[in-house]
């Protein structure tokens, strides 16, 4: 049975073959009851610089998937037409609406739903040999393979020490004058002093915070010494236990006071833990190097002529 992934492939293959077509005419979108047509939308895509690019590198696609094809015909590859209806259907009700009746649709283009069926069909069949192929690759990842990867890749595996961190940010503008920066240099010092007194972090946060996060309480989530923090604060953070408060910390944009709430030391995974998403990324890998050779094995053996300048 074909995955669920090959399904999909087969009926998005089968809605551009769809889009490709002539029916400029029909509407994708409206905006206040003004038509947005497929042809406005392709000029528009046409008319981007990276088109061209993009163009041909779909050709290329195009080119490899057709000699697949052609490879699946060889190989006398066959799919049930069960799978072939099903996603017909399903192409089918994403293009019905009120306002797009799919008969009347194909019929503008000049096809017919058995046409449709073929390019699905031949998706399948295509997706089908891509398979086939993978299993006859025979790809085996050893234990000692995957340990070798493990230790010789220890960043991927492993969690930097992080802290949670709560703020109360007073701001300042680059261009500060003597008078704000001493302005706002009051307003922490005021802020600090009802943390003294005993008032929630959070509920001063929210009221006296011009940072984004006051809404919640000044929670920022955790951070690591590579976060994109200011010098200051990152030290600040790094020096407090859980459940400790700092005091005043000055930085390019303001003054700050922080809390941390958290803390999380540093941590490895065991080889054990990744030991099986190891081996099926490394899988992955040596199929796609496998198929890469296959597609240009291909290519090398076919009468390829390219128009398109």
Not at 56 to 76: C, D, F, P
Not at 147 to 174: C, G, M, N, W
Not at 286 to 304: C, G, N
Request: glycine share 4%; net charge neutral; proline share 3%.
């Amino acid at each position: 049975m074909l995955k669920p992934l090959t399904r999909l492939l087969a009926t998005t293959s089968a809605c551009l073959m769809l889009m490709a077509g002539g029916a400029g005419a029909m509407e994708i979108a409206s905006v206040n009851d003004e038509a947005i047509t497929l042809k406005e939308l392709n000029y528009a895509v046409q008319t981007l610089p990276e088109y061209r690019k993009l163009q041909q590198e779909v050709l290329k696609r195009v080119i490899i998937n057709t000699l697949y094809y052609q490879e699946s015909v060889k190989a006398g590859v066959k799919v049930e037409e069960n799978l072939v209806t099903e996603n017909y259907e399903k192409l089918k009700s994403q293009f019905t609406s009120d306002k797009v009746d799919f008969d009347k649709l194909l019929a503008s283009q000049g096809k017919t739903p058995a046409d449709i069926k073929n390019g699905i069909r031949k998706q399948l069949m295509v997706q089908t040999f891509m398979e086939q192929l993978d299993k006859k690759a025979n790809i085996v990842v050893t234990d000692e393979e995957a340990r070798l990867f493990y230790d010789e890749q220890p960043a991927l595996f492993s969690t930097p020490e992080k802290v949670r961190v709560s703020h109360i940010h007073i701001a300042l503008p680059a261009d500060a004058t003597d008078e704000e920066t001493k302005e706002a240099l009051k307003k922490i010092q005021a802020v600090e002093k009802e943390l003294d007194a005993g008032k929630p972090f959070a509920e001063v946060a929210k009221a006296k915070s011009n940072a984004v996060d006051a809404k919640n309480g000044g929670d920022v989530g955790f951070i690591t010494k590579d976060s994109p923090v200011a010098k200051s604060l990152l030290d600040a953070s790094f020096s407090l236990k859980k459940g400790e408060r700092s005091g005043i910390v000055k930085s390019l944009d303001g003054y700050h006071i922080i809390e941390v709430t958290d803390r999380k030391a540093p941590s490895t995974m065991g080889f054990d833990e990744v030991k099986s998403s190891i081996k099926n990324n490394m899988t992955k890998e040596r199929l796609q190097i496998q198929r890469a050779y296959f597609e240009k094995s291909m290519a090398d053996k076919a009468d390829i002529k390219i128009y398109l300048k």
